[in-house]
Every structure is written in C-alpha cells, then in structure tokens.
C-alpha cells in the first residue's frame, strides 16, 4: 500500500525558512512526478512546485525565488525548501506523487507564518 509521509512544518515568523521533507513507500521504482500543494484556510489547493523526471520544475508565481522542490529517487523523497516566509504561505502543505498516472497524497503538514 502507498503512503506519503510529510514532515517539516511548523510555526515561524515572517521571513523565516522551512524544509519540509515527504518520504513515498509501498512501490518498488520511483514516482514518475512527486510535488507539493498547499490549502489555505477558505480556500481551495493549490499547486505550489512540482518535479517531473526529466522535466525543469514549475513553481506557482507566488513562490518562485524563495521556495525550491528538490527530489532524492533513491529514497522516494522530495523536499520543499522555503526562505523569506510570509503570512500569505500560511497553509496546509500536502505532498503529491505520482505514477505514470497513479497519484497519491499525503495527509498534509501545517506551516503558519506569523509574528
């Protein structure tokens, strides 16, 4: 059975960073595409960064510059560095993978940014 399992979050204050890491199991050979979105509260999900294998990663123009998806296929892992946090990133962040047309979602870790 799959399971994605998110860490990383928590509180911090505006312009503050975090890792957030996701760990894929229950598959024998590496996703084809692994990502993170994230739900604000009153407010539907939303693609944050995404990796493709093979592929340039594409991030939601509120975050380029200051977030980075980054992917370890040996370990089924991928990570979402932030830096220069603010309130707006406020939300639950859920990892994505997928293969070749299977996708699954973790249970999502919370990040609030706040003074």
């Known amino acids: 059975q799959v399971q994605l399992v998110e860490s990383g979050g928590g509180l911090v204050q505006p312009g503050e960073s975090l890792r957030l890491s996701c760990t894929a199991s229950g598959r024998t050979f590496s996703p084809s595409a692994m990502g993170w979105y994230r739900q604000a509260p009153g407010r539907q999900r939303e693609l944050v960064a995404h990796s493709t294998t093979g592929f340039t990663p594409t991030y939601a123009d509120s975050v380029k510059g200051r977030f980075t998806i980054s992917r370890d296929n040996a370990k089924n892992t991928v990570y979402l560095q932030m830096i220069s946090l603010k309130p707006e990133d406020t939300a639950v962040y859920y990892c994505?993978?997928?293969?070749?047309?299977?996708?699954?979602w973790g249970k999502g870790t919370l990040v609030a940014v706040s003074s």
């Open positions: 994505n993978a997928d293969w070749y047309g299977m996708a699954y």
